[in-house]
Structures are given as C-alpha cells and as structure tokens.
C-alpha cells in the first residue's frame, strides 16, 4: 500500500521542485585542440617565412621565382587559414590562465598593462597618419593704422581754412608709422598633409627612433594588450602569436638586409637605431628631445583615448 501511494507522490513533487543553480556562470570546457591549432600556425607561419626567404636564391634558381611566389604564398596561406580556424572554432573555451575568468574580469594590474601596450601599438599605428591639428588657430593680424590717428586727420581737414589765414599754409599732423594688430581666428584642415623633410636613406626620423620596426612591434603591441584581458588561452594565443614575428622575426630580417638580401640595414643605422622598441633611447643613441619634436602628439593622444574609453565603457 505504501509503495503504491506514497511513494509515487514523493517522487512526483520531488520531480515538480524547482533545483538550485549556481549563480556563477559556467565556462564551456573542451579539449586543448584549439590552442594547439592557432599555436602551430603562428609557428608554422613563422617558419616558413624564415625557410623560404633564407634560401630564396636557390629556390628562384632551381625552381623559377613564380613557383617560388606559389609555395611561398600557398603555405602562408594555409598557416593564417590554421589559425584563423583554430580560433573561430574554439575561442572562449578551453583552459583560462587566471583566476578571475568564471567572472570574464581580469585583474587590475593585467588590465593597466593592457592600456599601455594597446595604446603603444594604436599610437604607433597612427604615426603612419597625416598629422591631426586642431581646425582652428590664433594669428595675430594687421588692421592698419589707429582709429586716434583718423580722427585727427578729420580735424586737421576741417581747419586748414583757418589755417590759411595766418600765411603759413594748412598745418598738417605728423603721421604716425605704427600699426595695431589683432587676434583673430583661422580655419585650417584638421589634418597636415605635408610630407617629412626630405632625409638621405639612412637618416632616421619620427618613429625610428623609438625602433626601426615600427609596424611589427605595433601589432604585437596590440596583439599582447588584448591578450591580457582575455583568461582563455586559445584566445591569448591568438592575439600574442604577432609577438613571435616581432621578436624572431624583425631579428632575421636585419640578418638578411645587413647582407643585401631583399633590403640594406647600414652599419650606421644600426648603431644608431635598436631593434627593441626605446633601446637606442635609454642607452642614448637616440635623442629624447628630437622624438619629442617629430612624433605626431595628437595622433597618438586621440589613438590613446579610444582605447581608455574602450576599456572603461
């Protein structure tokens, strides 16, 4: 009788009450795949690029340069399509690297280093830009002589009759040369397309001084910034990989332009100049002041507040 009447009731109003769900959201978990696809295509990427432009010489020679411009093409290709893929297809699963992740916040410190990597990158990016100024500008301008001296010119005319009278001729006030000037306002373009100063190949200018791999180290800026705001790791993978171009990269570059290879890299200019961004300026081959005049600063104000204001929305 019990497990007839009973029973089948508890199990009833068992199944009707309503379960307790946490209050933390859940991270959807999944295998490492991901990181390991965009992983292996930023060294994919990166090898090849190495391999093939190292050996390009032999490779036109026995093969011809349009297959050569074929595999070259095709295989980074491929390496971008890998890594494309491996995060369209796993971001924001997997492993989280910092603690905070259940709550999609990173820590203080983490998000103060991002605005300043991100902002570095989008500021040097903005380096490339016609130079931003404010539309309008003060002048001081001439207006001619003062109003005193017309009004004296005026009673010197009404006068000269009476003048007349004594024999001595109109009397005439001496006038007087100086000018009066005013502030006005002036409207200007808001960008300043004047090219740099024309510079020999090997001068160094603007953003040169900070490193001479402006563009890489730029996106690798960006790419580390992002990184960090983000706990899963097939995301930070994703947007750190530019940072293995900057470094290995730019580092086989100078090799092949100091022998010829593709581009030049002088003696001169390497001396003066650092691969590692601000290098050249704390061992002082480089001049603060002369950065200080030729870099773009409401270029990279603007650059610096979009990012502020995209993180703190």
């Known amino acids: 009788m019990f497990r007839r009447t009973v029973l089948p009731t508890l199990r009833k109003h068992r199944a009707l009450r309503p379960r307790k769900t946490s209050s933390t959201p859940t991270i959807p978990r999944s295998s490492n795949i991901g990181s390991k696809i965009v992983a292996a295509g930023w060294i994919g990427f990166l090898f090849e690029n190495v391999v093939l432009s190292e050996n390009r010489e032999w490779l036109c020679t026995e093969y011809g340069e349009e297959n050569y411009h074929l595999g070259y093409n095709t295989l980074s290709s491929a390496a ?8 369209a297809k796993h971001k924001g699963t997997g492993r989280t690297w910092f603690k905070k992740s259940l709550l999609g916040k990173a820590p203080m410190p983490l998000k103060v280093g991002a605005i300043v990597l991100q902002s570095f990158g989008l500021a040097c990016f903005a380096q490339l830009a016609p130079a931003l100024q404010i539309p309008v500008a003060l002048e001081n301008s001439p207006v001619g002589h003062s109003n005193s001296n017309n009004s004296n010119n005026n009673s010197n005319s009404n006068n000269n009759h009476s003048n007349t009278n004594n024999g001595l001729g109109p009397s005439r006030r001496p006038e007087s040369n100086e000018t009066t000037t005013a502030i006005t306002f002036k409207a200007r373009c808001p960008m300043d397309f004047r090219a740099k100063p024309e510079l020999p190949p090997d001068a160094v200018y603007g953003i040169e001084r900070i490193t001479r791999h402006s563009n890489l180290w730029a996106l690798a800026s960006l790419g580390v910034g992002t990184a960090l705001t983000t706990p899963f790791v097939v995301n930070s993978l994703f947007f ?7 470094t290995l990269g730019t580092a086989h570059q100078d090799s092949r332009y100091r022998r010829g290879l593709g581009g030049s890299l002088s003696t001169e200019k390497e001396n003066r100049t650092s691969n590692i961004p601000f290098a050249a300026l704390l061992v002082g081959r480089q001049d603060w002041m002369k950065l ?22």
């Open 80 to 87: 971008c399509l890998s890594i494309l893929y491996g995060y």
């Open 240 to 246: 750190g990989g530019p940072l293995l171009l900057a």
């Open 292 to 313: 200080f005049e030729e870099i773009k600063w409401l270029n990279g104000g603007v650059a610096t507040l979009l990012v502020v204001l995209a993180h703190v929305r």
